[in-house]
């Protein structure tokens, strides 16, 4: 599976910003997902995941009440909303692909390229 991140950019903290994957694959489905982000100098942490139903869902406590995973099994797409952003939260943004629901990055198989997302004060 291909994956492609978009809709980052600059903003100013205690703005929102939702970022999109979408992914070229059949099996969209049958994939978990999950968004990673990584902060220059920083290693890639877990910021959510979904499980192929969207019926599960996990955050890391960094998001957890600001920040909402979905998706849309019928446009292969998987998304993160993420409210009242931070400084901190300047990253780029990953998306990623699974068979398994998980927040280590190690477990995923599929990786898209990534998408910056830079708060400012």
């Known amino acids: 599976a291909q994956l492609v991140e978009s809709g980052g950019g600059s903003v100013q903290a205690g703005d929102s910003l939702k970022l999109s994957c979408v992914a070229s694959?059949?099996?969209?489905?049958?994939?978990?997902m999950a968004w990673f982000r990584q902060a220059p100098g920083q290693e890639r942490e877990f910021v959510a995941a979904?499980?192929?139903?969207?019926?599960?869902?996990s955050y890391a406590d960094s998001v957890k009440g600001r920040a909402t995973i979905s998706r849309d099994n019928r446009r292969d797409t998987v998304y993160l909303e993420v409210d009242s952003l931070k400084r901190e939260d300047t990253a780029v943004y990953y998306c990623a692909a699974s068979t398994g629901l998980s927040t280590r990055p190690e477990d995923y198989d599929y990786w898209g390229q990534g998408t910056q997302v830079t708060v400012s004060s």
């Open positions: 979904i499980n192929w139903s969207g019926g599960r869902v």
């Open positions: 694959t059949q099996t969209f489905s049958s994939y978990d």
